[in-house]
C-alpha cells in the first residue's frame, strides 16, 4: 500500500508537468501514458490481491443485538451456511426477519 501512496504523488506530480507541457503547445509527454499505465496495472494489482480469501468473501456480519450476545450473519454460500448450522446446533439458528439494506 506505501508504493500504491507512493505512486499517487508521483502521478499527480506527473499530471502537473504532463499539463504544463500541454498548455506550452509542446504535447503530453509519451513517458506519461507509461507511468500512467504502470499506475493502472498497479491498482488493478493491489486490488486483487487485497480482497479477501473466499471463504471471508462468502461471511457477512450483518450486526449484533443490543447486549452483544449475538451475532448477525449472512452466510452467502449454501454449503457454508449448512456446514455451520450442522457444527452450531445449540447455539445457532436461522431467522428469516432481518432485512439488509
Known amino acids: 500500500m506505501l508504493m500504491n501512496g507512493i505512486m499517487v504523488a ?3 506530480f506527473a499530471t502537473f508537468v504532463a499539463g504544463g507541457s500541454y498548455w506550452q503547445g509542446r504535447g503530453v509527454p509519451s513517458w506519461y501514458a507509461y507511468l500512467l499505465t504502470l499506475f493502472m496495472i498497479m491498482a488493478i494489482g493491489s486490488g486483487l490481491m487485497m480482497r479477501g480469501q473466499p471463504l471471508q468473501r462468502a461471511i457477512n456480519i450483518i450486526g449484533f443485538d443490543c447486549e452483544v450476545r449475538y451475532v448477525w450473519l449472512d452466510l ?3 454449503e457454508y451456511r449448512e456446514m455451520f448450522l450442522s457444527e452450531n446446533r445449540v447455539n ?3 431467522v428469516s426477519w432481518i432485512v439488509t439494506t
Do not use: D, F, I, Q
Open 10 to 12: 508521483v502521478l499527480l
Open 76 to 78: 452467502k454460500n449454501r
Open 92 to 94: 445457532a439458528e436461522l
